[in-house]
């Protein structure tokens, strides 16, 4: 079994740069899939970024690639997120997730979420 416990959430301007952690707890936190989601209000949750067990393996949605930035550290079972260029619609609460399997989009499929950390982007 594993916690997640997101970080780094704020409000930042279009343009800016946020840093999103997702501190996991347990021995076993290198062995899970990680994945990114996020829901804004009125809209259903989407998956936006999640990298493999032992990081060799990542997968980006459409819409944050080239601007976003998944990466991990298993020595100190964390797993983050940087976030370039923000833009308006990417605001929302954002989630990471934990999955035994490599399955990046499918939410269903992740069995441990964090309780999310909200970002706004904002003139």
């Known amino acids: 079994q594993v916690q997640l416990v997101e970080s780094g959430g704020g409000l930042v301007q279009p343009g800016g740069s946020l840093r999103l952690s997702c501190a996991g707890s347990?021995?076993?936190?290198?062995?899970?899939?990680i994945g990114w989601f996020r829901q804004a209000p009125g809209k259903e949750r989407e998956f936006v970024v999640a990298?493999?067990?032992?990081?060799?393996?990542?997968y980006y949605a459409d819409s944050v690639n080239g601007r976003f930035t998944i990466s991990r550290d298993n020595s100190k079972n964390v797993v983050y997120l940087q976030m370039n260029s923000l833009k308006p619609e990417d605001t929302a609460v954002y989630y990471c997730a934990a999955s035994t399997t490599w399955t990046p989009t499918t939410a269903t499929l992740y069995q441990y979420w964090g309780q999310g950390t909200q970002v706004t982007v904002s003139a």
């Open positions: 347990g021995r076993t936190f290198s062995s899970y899939t």
């Open positions: 990298i493999s067990s032992v990081g060799g393996r990542t």
